[in-house]
């Protein structure tokens, strides 16, 4: 906890103040610039020192006594370090440095493309071998299924006797209607003309008394 705060905390607080300022020194933005880059430089090799040297006694304050050197004005401890030790260092490697890493980035370009196109054919292959099981797989459920096309067949023809049936009826309720009705009209012109024989014998005699009548007056 103490090196993440003098380690890392107030040296970013430092940096602010400095860079907000209207006309920031160029010495004391590079001597920012300097420690940020040794604390990178020394983080990245405690991931293997630890395992080296953490059960030396005073490992850890010694760290921190290392960081608060680093960014003392008065020791100017980023100075020397950097001036001795990491600048004449980088000079030595810098070409070798600049092509290992031209190097790991062929490599990973390399490996996206190898690795996108290696997907991209799969995928495609997989696309295909669907597109050529989905026929199969059709006439394998209707295989494994014909009762079902069948019974739906069943279903239909007897739906269609259903109905047939169901208008059967009707037809002969139809003729049978038609017959009562040319009855009723028979045995009512039947009725008519057995009335109107009937009456013709009563007006017969009626006309023979009136004439009868006529004929005597006395």
């Given at each position: 906890?103490?090196?993440?705060?003098?380690?890392?905390?107030?040296?970013?607080?430092?940096c602010f103040?400095?860079?907000?300022?209207?006309n920031?020194?160029?010495?004391?933005?590079?001597?920012?610039?300097?420690?940020?880059?040794?604390?990178?430089?020394?983080?990245?090799?405690?991931?293997?020192?630890?395992g080296?040297?953490?059960?030396?006694?005073?490992?850890?304050?010694?760290?921190?006594?290392?960081?608060?050197?680093?960014w003392s004005?008065?020791?100017?401890?980023?100075?020397?370090?950097?001036?001795c030790?990491?600048?004449?260092?980088?000079?030595?490697h810098?070409?070798?440095?600049?092509?290992?890493?031209?190097?790991?980035?062929?490599?990973a370009?390399?490996?996206?493309?190898f690795?996108?196109?290696?997907a991209?054919?799969?995928?495609q292959?997989?696309?295909?071998?669907?597109?050529?099981?989905?026929?199969?797989?059709e006439?394998?459920?209707?295989?494994?299924?014909?009762?079902?096309?069948e019974?739906?067949?069943?279903?239909?023809?007897?739906?269609?006797?259903?109905?047939?049936?169901?208008?059967?009826?009707?037809?002969?309720e139809?003729e049978?209607?038609?017959?009562?009705?040319?009855?009723?009209?028979?045995?009512?012109?039947?009725q008519r003309?057995s009335?109107?024989?009937d009456?013709?014998?009563?007006?017969?005699?009626?006309?023979?008394?009136?004439?009868?009548?006529?004929?005597?007056?006395?």
């Amino acid at each position: 906890m103490d090196r993440m705060v003098f380690g890392y905390a107030y040296p970013a607080y430092e940096c602010f103040k400095i860079t907000e300022k209207n006309n920031p020194e160029i010495d004391q933005l590079l001597s920012w610039c300097h420690y940020w880059i040794l604390v990178a430089m020394l983080t990245v090799s405690e991931r293997i020192g630890d395992g080296f040297f953490s059960w030396l006694p005073l490992y850890s304050e010694a760290k921190l006594a290392l960081f608060i050197y680093l960014w003392s004005s008065k020791m100017k401890g980023t100075k020397y370090v950097y001036s001795c030790f990491f600048k004449p260092f980088m000079a030595k490697h810098e070409a070798e440095i600049d092509r290992r890493i031209s190097e790991l980035r062929t490599k990973a370009g390399n490996f996206v493309v190898f690795y996108w196109k290696k997907a991209l054919m799969i995928s495609q292959a997989r696309f295909l071998e669907i597109l050529q099981k989905a026929p199969s797989y059709e006439s394998e459920s209707r295989s494994h299924h014909p009762d079902q096309h069948e019974t739906g067949n069943k279903d239909g023809c007897e739906e269609e006797l259903k109905c047939d049936t169901e208008l059967e009826p009707t037809s002969v309720e139809a003729e049978t209607y038609d017959e009562n009705e040319h009855l009723l009209k028979y045995s009512h012109s039947s009725q008519r003309k057995s009335s109107d024989r009937d009456a013709a014998p009563v007006v017969r005699g009626a006309w023979r008394k009136m004439f009868s009548s006529a004929a005597n007056p006395s």
